[in-house]
């Protein structure tokens, strides 16, 4: 379902103008009407990247996975996420390429993890608060080949630090954020599941009726509420060839 100006009239701005019971782009101005599709469509993304379990939602008119590079800098721990070439939402995965290029996964860590106190082995007491730091481990890091990393902020942290140099030898999988749409835009097709599009017409159409007083909020609320559970079944359920399994739980005698 393209964007705009379709032969036949089967286009999103026609859907929305019809649903929203405007007559023209005269009474809900174009630029308008993609602002709100935009907004609509980073609410549609949000669900489908929460629901999304095993296989991750992309925008389908993306030519390229979202996998994004830095260099690896000898010397070098942290790395800004905003520079990435991507638009990153969520990290969710991080490897790096050791100094004859192959890939090794990265353990991910939280500051909680820095805060864990020590337990005794022999009598499974806390022995005290944990002495771990940030400083320690990522600040003050020693030098090798990375083996976990920490996100704080707009950055990465690597430890230990990279003592070698690399050429995109810092891998980040990612979700990316929506491409938007130009209000001048006619053939692009939303980067959403078909299927879904009319849904988000719908949504869209809602906030000028919203915006107009056509329409309370909770009955707004109600429908994106409807729209959000279709999407979350859907995403929730794709990847259907993966089969389920179940993993035992393992816990310590001692």
Aim: glycine letters at 6%; charged letters at 25%.
């Amino acid at each position: 379902m393209q964007w705009n100006s379709h032969a036949d009239s089967q286009d999103c701005v026609t859907a929305i103008l019809k649903k929203s019971g405007a007559k023209s782009v005269n009474v809900y101005p174009l630029k308008d009407i993609t602002r709100d599709f935009d907004n609509k469509m980073d609410l549609y993304f949000g669900w489908a990247f929460k629901a999304d379990g095993r296989w991750n939602f992309d925008d389908i008119t993306q030519t390229s996975p979202p996998i994004d590079t830095q260099d690896l800098v000898s010397g070098t721990n942290r790395y800004k996420i905003a520079t990435f070439t991507g638009k990153i939402s969520k990290v969710i995965r991080a490897e790096v390429l050791n100094s004859a290029g192959k890939g090794l996964s990265l353990i991910p860590e939280t500051l909680a993890d820095l805060d864990r106190p020590s337990v005794g082995h022999e009598t499974g007491r806390v022995s005290g608060i944990g002495t771990d730091t940030f400083q320690e481990r990522y600040v003050n890091a020693s030098s090798g080949v990375p083996t976990h990393y920490i996100k704080y902020g707009d950055f990465i942290y690597l430890r230990p630090n990279p003592n070698y140099a690399y050429t995109a030898g810092l891998l980040i999988y990612f979700n990316r954020s929506a491409t938007h749409l130009a209000s001048t835009a006619t053939t692009t097709v939303p980067g959403l599941f078909e299927g879904h599009i009319p849904l988000v017409c719908e949504m869209t159409a809602n906030q000028f009726k919203y915006d107009k007083k056509m329409m309370s909020l909770s009955e707004k609320v109600a429908f994106e509420t409807y729209v959000k559970g279709i999407v979350e079944e859907y995403f929730a359920s794709r990847d259907e060839d993966i089969p389920n399994r179940i993993i035992p739980s393992i816990e310590s005698t001692r």
